[in-house]
């Protein structure tokens, strides 16, 4: 079904076919050997292995855009091209419990939601993902100044008050005219 499609059928098909999808979409992931949660940075996988496995009895391969991981001498237990590049030097993995592989890959395109983990698994709908609120303080340094000017910006607005860019010109004209008591800026019109 297109796009286009789905979006002329009733809103009851609409949420009939929501609802068809992801109960496909969480089928298709519970039969994966492993599970897995993102957010836009970072994507955590879950690989269950036998109980009482040691790391040094583990075999975990992490590439820029490779993935493996199996117990020493046996099969892979998931191996496969990643759907996206990672930050190799940032991912780590642990075994947890010695019952469960936990792999942190940190992604280099922090603002894609990943479709799948490994290429030939089964993809989730993207556009369906409501990522939860963050912090102010979860944001790098600039994106968060970038963020604080623009609700700055829009708050003064709404008070009919100048916004920072109209304070920085007005404070840069001050210092102006007190550098330069000689001129005349009375008949001037600044915008």
């Known amino acids: ?39 836009l940075g970072e994507v955590d996988i ?4 036998p109980k009482g496995t040691r ?10 855009k490779k993935l493996s991981v199996g117990l020493k001498g046996q099969e892979k237990i998931l191996e496969g091209e990643l759907c996206q590049e990672i930050k ?14 936990l792999i942190h890959l940190e992604k280099i395109n922090d603002q894609q ?9 089964p993809k989730i709908d993207t556009t369906k993902i ?3 609120n963050s912090k102010l303080s979860d944001l790098d340094g600039e994106t968060r100044g970038m963020v604080e000017k623009m ?6 607005k709404q008070m009919g008050k100048p916004t920072s860019d109209e304070l920085q010109k007005m404070e840069a ?15 001037a019109k600044i915008s």
């Open 1 to 39: 079904m297109t796009p286009e499609e789905y979006e002329n059928l009733p809103a009851e098909e609409r949420k009939a076919k929501d609802q068809e999808d992801r109960a496909r979409e969480a089928a298709e992931q519970a039969a994966l050997p492993y599970k897995w949660t993102q957010i």
């Open 46 to 49: 879950t690989v269950p292995v």
């Open 55 to 64: 790391g040094k009895d583990l075999n975990v391969v992490i590439q820029k």
């Open 88 to 101: 190799v030097d940032d991912s780590t993995w642990t075994l947890e419990d010695n019952e469960s592989v």
């Open 113 to 121: 939601w990943w479709a799948n983990v490994l290429t030939h698994h």
């Open 130 to 132: 409501e990522p939860a």
């Open 151 to 156: 609700m700055f910006d829009n708050q003064q």
């Open 173 to 187: 004209l001050k210092k102006f005219q007190a550098a330069h008591p000689e001129l005349d800026f009375s008949n």
